[in-house]
């Protein structure tokens, strides 16, 4: 089926761990957002990407990369993994950076001990 | 920042009642989407509306779009425990951002 598909499910960190959160999307759509969701704080954008090679910060960029080489994979990487990190993350796309809605992937549900 | 406020923050209702959910905006929206979220899961788009004052149906989910585009509105008829889940609406600004902006979302629970 077509759509976002992000990896792992779910993952304990230890602080000061580095890992990489995997995101596939086999639409061609070219933007792509990583968001993370907390209890209260909504969805906040951390960074997105506007096509293959694009890359910017969204809300809140610390302790996160980025990269985007093809249009399908948008991976996100923590740095070196803090407890503030504990979060569920999604992976979104949409066809065109304006007036189409996301696709989201399932999230990866993130602890950081 | 652009602030969308999402209203009631929780709604507790028995099958079979209406409701209606709200999204408020101080600023002007080119297009604003309402996603449903359920446990454990991403949020799904349920809809898309661009043009002010314009109203969707979906089933038994109706979608309005304010007349200034600052605002929209969600109305369940008959609930059912189905529609259970976190309701969020997200607005694309009509100046140079396209970065959406999310609500905090509407947690809504039908009981049967």
């Known amino acids: 089926n077509a759509g976002v598909t992000q990896t792992p499910k779910f993952q304990v960190l230890k602080t000061g761990q580095s890992m990489t959160l995997q995101c596939a999307q086999d639409m061609n759509h070219e933007y792509m957002s990583w968001y993370r969701q907390d209890p209260g704080m909504g969805l906040r954008l951390i960074h997105y990407?506007?096509?293959?090679?694009?890359?910017d910060q969204g809300e809140v960029p610390n302790g996160y990369n980025v990269s985007r080489s093809t249009t399908e994979d948008f991976p996100l990487r923590l740095l070196s993994a803090a407890p503030s990190q504990t979060s569920v993350y999604f992976c979104?796309?949409?066809?065109?950076?304006?007036?189409?809605?996301?696709?989201f992937g399932s999230g990866t549900r993130l602890t950081v001990v | 920042t652009q602030l969308l406020e999402q209203s009631p923050q929780f709604l507790s209702i028995q099958e079979g009642e209406n409701l209606t959910v709200y999204c408020n905006s101080s600023s002007v929206f080119s297009s604003l989407q309402w996603y449903r979220q359920e446990p454990g899961e991403g949020p799904v788009l349920l809809v898309t509306v661009v043009t002010g004052g314009e109203v969707k149906k979906l089933k038994r989910l109706t979608f309005q779009f304010g007349d200034a585009r600052k605002d929209s509105s969600l109305h369940i008829t008959a609930a059912q425990t189905g529609d259970t889940g976190l309701y969020l609406c997200a607005g694309e600004s009509s100046g140079g951002s396209y970065i959406p902006t999310f609500g905090r979302g509407t947690s809504l629970i039908v009981h049967p």
């Open positions: 979104a796309s949409r066809l065109q950076a304006r007036g189409y809605g996301y696709t």
């Open positions: 990407s506007v096509g293959a090679g694009i890359t």
